[in-house]
């Protein structure tokens, strides 16, 4: 698919993804009754359901879902391994633990931010260690370790919780809570995520030049006058930021950045500059259309959105490795 007629195309689906999101639901409003409640706020019931309910759940869908895309994508053009996701360098574990230990200890029921702050604060924990384990220059190599290190330590943190909570409600909760979910949030989980989202997606996008130089070789790319140190700072950080926040507010939501990048990386060539806003459009698009089937598929069950993306994106995956044998045999 050729430049331009890409992104139109991208930026569509995802715009008419957006409205499924906000049009869909087990409410069964009509058309012009929700956009009426939505622009002009007339229905007390409706502009409930529209602004309270809907509204934050498609914002957050559209966010989450580009930050795993995009993150997905930087990691891998990074590392320059095509198995690289998100949660490599240990932000997803980590923010997940700092929710678990919320839940557990009751602080989450204190008052409503302290589940995705302490997530939060699970994700910049990550990073300390990540920079302690692998050092401020450590290459690729050193990073894979350092996060697959943080990555088992926090899940075996996480289990340890499970294995040994003495209130199984609370266990129920975790589990739920660590399947990925948009649903039940609310405004005030958007301007809380949102500036760590989207900070974090300009930090990742700000490295395309330098994912681009990367892909000549790192000794090549480092006599161009690429930065190395800062283009690994920005990745870090950028990613961090982006799906710590991404976590803290949707749970964990798999597989998004491990499988777009890969469905993306055909239409765009072998440029991660022209890979990373395309795999954030591919992230978006896939995440909104998970959380409108999910509605659509069991409105009276409870389906987690991070079910549906592993059942979705695990067979596509499989595929795509299928497919990568046959060119290589």
Do not use: C, Y
């Not at 409503?112 to 050092?135: N, Q, W």
């Not at 989207?198 to 990367?214: C, F, N, P, Q, V």
């Not at 499988?259 to 890979?275: D, I």
Request: net charge positive.
């Amino acid at each position: 698919m050729k430049g331009q007629v890409l992104w139109v195309f991208m930026t569509a689906l995802v715009a008419a993804l957006f409205a499924a999101s906000l049009l869909v639901g087990p409410a069964g409003l009509g058309l012009a009754e929700s956009l009426r409640a939505l622009f002009t706020g007339q229905g007390d019931a409706v502009v409930l359901v529209m602004r309270d309910i809907r509204l934050p759940r498609a914002i957050l869908g559209l966010l989450v879902g580009a930050s795993l895309g995009l993150a997905g994508a930087a990691m891998q053009g990074f590392l320059r391994n095509p198995l690289a996701e998100p949660g490599l360098i240990g932000v997803s574990a980590t923010a997940a633990l700092g929710a678990v230990l919320a839940l557990q200890t009751g602080v989450a029921a204190l008052f409503a931010l302290a589940l995705p702050l302490s997530a939060l604060a699970g994700a910049a924990l990550s990073v300390v260690l990540i920079l302690l384990l692998a050092g401020p220059r450590g290459g690729a190599l050193a990073l894979i370790l350092a996060g697959i290190a943080i990555s088992a330590l926090a899940g075996a943190a996480t289990s340890l919780v499970l294995n040994l909570s003495p209130n199984p409600f609370a266990a129920m909760e975790i589990v739920f809570w660590m399947m990925g979910s948009l649903a039940d949030r609310s405004m005030t989980h958007v301007w809380l995520g949102a500036p760590f989202i989207l900070g974090g997606m300009a930090l990742l996008l700000s490295t395309g030049r330098g994912l681009d130089a990367l892909t000549l070789g790192e000794d090549v790319a480092q006599t161009m006058g690429l930065n190395m140190n800062r283009l690994r700072l920005s990745i870090v950080f950028g990613t961090a930021a982006a799906i710590g926040a991404a976590v803290a507010v949707a749970g964990a939501v798999g597989f998004v950045g491990l499988v777009v990048p890969h469905l993306m990386r055909p239409l765009v060539g072998a440029r991660p500059s022209r890979l990373l806003p395309a795999a954030a459009l591919g992230g978006a698009a896939m995440v909104l259309a998970a959380d409108v089937a999910v509605r659509v598929i069991a409105p009276d069950t409870d389906l987690k959105l991070g079910v549906l993306t592993a059942l979705v994106g695990a067979p596509f995956f499989l595929h795509l490795i299928w497919r990568m044998r046959r060119e290589e045999a």
